[in-house]
């Protein structure tokens, strides 16, 4: 007896085809994440400036003497007052006087009014630190398929729509 072996063939069709599904809920997933932080802080402390000199020999003379050039005026014109009041050894007592106040006088006026501007430098500093910040990483999408409620997780926001992958089977 012989025996037949008879195949069949089964043909199968898939068709699959996007469809778009009303969200109803999103929900962002949230972790806490390490990032690091940057942090620049500046502080502006003043550069001292030294002051020159009047000039030259003459000047440095003049600078050790008088103070200042307004050292200088002043003193030849408190000599000059001093050199009006009294007479004999009070003149004399009066001049040397009148050099040593305008001498004085002049000095402070000079440095007053010869002062280097004020210049500020900045001294900046940058530190790091760790800190936990909240990070969206997915969202939770709750729609509605087939009359169905169902839920997925997706990389984005998906808005008021999702496409759902529909996939029919024919045999």
Known sequence: MKKILVTS??????????????VTRVEPIIRNEPVMVEHNSCNHHPIHAHQQSSGGAIGAINDTIFGSTGGLVGAVVGG????????????????????????????????????????????CATSYTNEL?????GYNVTYIFDGKVQTTVLPYNPGSYVNVQRTNVVR
Do not use: C, H, W
Request: charged share 15%; proline share 5%.
């Open 9 to 22: 063939l089964l043909f199968v069709t898939t068709t699959a085809y996007a469809e778009l599904a009303p």
């Open 133 to 137: 910040q909240q990070v969206v990483v």
């Open 80 to 123: 000059v007052v001093g050199n009006q009041i009294g007479g004999g050894t009070g003149r004399q007592v009066a001049r040397v006087a009148g050099v040593v106040i305008g001498a004085k006088m002049g000095d402070e006026y000079s440095r007053s009014y010869n002062q280097p501007p004020a210049i500020f430098q900045a001294r």
